[in-house]
């Protein structure tokens, strides 16, 4: 399983804020320094996060301004066409033309009414260009800030991995573990990849016969420590006394007879033991 540093960083009673960390390098560093590290970098992307989000909000405001700005004048001057076209039609028959308002803009006395309504018109094309271009551009700066969190998020999770993991590739990169989080579907309650599961996944195989090799060279070490203690011990003795300094022994058996035959001490315990001898 991998190292909650979450739970790590939050429990300061079993991890306290002198404990030392050794790196891969050979650096120390503590606890306490890695949770002020963390805290910093929380805050500076919650800090980060917080302007854009009042960034956009003015932003919105101004958009949604705009946008009900540009929604009444395009009631008013609906108000006015119908108002004109109203009082046109009391006294003139309806035109055949496509445009019902061609007569109207030929006649002198209408003419600038009419280049009034199209001056109103061409503002209010103009006015919807500029809202839909900054709406366009609302809409980028979100996204951008999406993808700004998703890749600082990634690298994030990328380097909380354990760098001297012995079942760790060689070769793994942050693409690599993004791409393969992807493609089998590994994501978190935010709908992001979750490259930590993504990496136990990955390892699992790897790790399984590590613990296997592991295990297997424990007992191997258990066995030979056991061989080398029994080794250390002393042997068994016989009983007998020790062999007296300069001694040799017979060679053979008729050696052994003719030696016990001419020890004088010997025959005195034989005749001792026997009771010939008192």
């Given at each position: 399983m991998p190292t909650d540093?979450?739970?790590?960083?939050?429990?300061k009673t079993k991890y306290?804020?002198?404990?030392?960390?050794?790196?891969?390098?050979?650096?120390?560093?503590?606890?306490?320094?890695?949770?002020?590290?963390?805290a910093s970098v929380g805050q500076a992307l919650s800090k980060e996060l917080e302007t854009?989000?009042?960034?956009?909000?003015?932003?919105?405001?101004k958009v949604a301004t705009a946008t009900q700005n540009v929604a009444q004048m395009w009631a008013n001057l609906e108000e006015q066409r119908k108002a004109l076209a109203a009082q046109m039609s009391q006294n003139t028959p309806q035109p055949t033309s496509n445009n019902p308002?061609?007569?109207y803009e030929e006649d002198d006395v209408f003419r600038p009414v009419m280049q009034h309504i199209h001056g109103i018109e061409s503002k209010t094309e103009t006015a919807l260009k500029d809202v839909t271009s900054k709406l366009d551009q609302v809409v980028k700066s979100i996204a951008q800030m999406g993808s700004t969190y998703m890749g600082d998020k990634a690298r994030m999770d990328f380097n909380s991995l354990p760098a001297d993991d012995?079942?760790?590739?060689?070769?793994?990169?942050?693409?690599?573990?993004?791409?393969?989080?992807?493609?089998r579907s590994i994501?978190?309650?935010?709908?992001?990849?979750?490259?930590?599961?993504?990496y136990s996944r990955l390892t699992a195989d790897a790790r399984?016969?590590?613990e296997l090799a592991e295990a297997r060279k424990d007992e191997r070490n258990k066995v030979e420590s056991e061989i080398r203690e029994g080794a250390m011990l002393p042997r068994p003795v016989s009983g007998l006394p020790p062999v007296p300094e300069g001694f040799k022994p017979?060679?053979?058996m008729a050696d052994a007879f003719s030696r016990a035959g001419s020890d004088r001490e010997l025959w005195k315990n034989i005749n001792i033991a026997s009771g010939l001898l008192q």
């Open positions: 540093f979450k739970k790590i960083f939050a429990d306290p804020d002198t404990m030392k960390l050794v790196l891969g390098d050979g650096v120390e560093v503590t606890l306490a320094e890695l949770r002020d590290y963390d854009q989000r009042k960034a956009l909000e003015v932003e919105q405001t308002l061609q007569k012995p079942v760790r590739p060689k070769d793994l990169n942050l693409d690599t573990l993004y791409k393969f989080a992807v493609e994501y978190d309650r935010n709908n992001l990849p979750d490259l930590r599961e993504a399984h016969q590590h017979p060679i053979n």
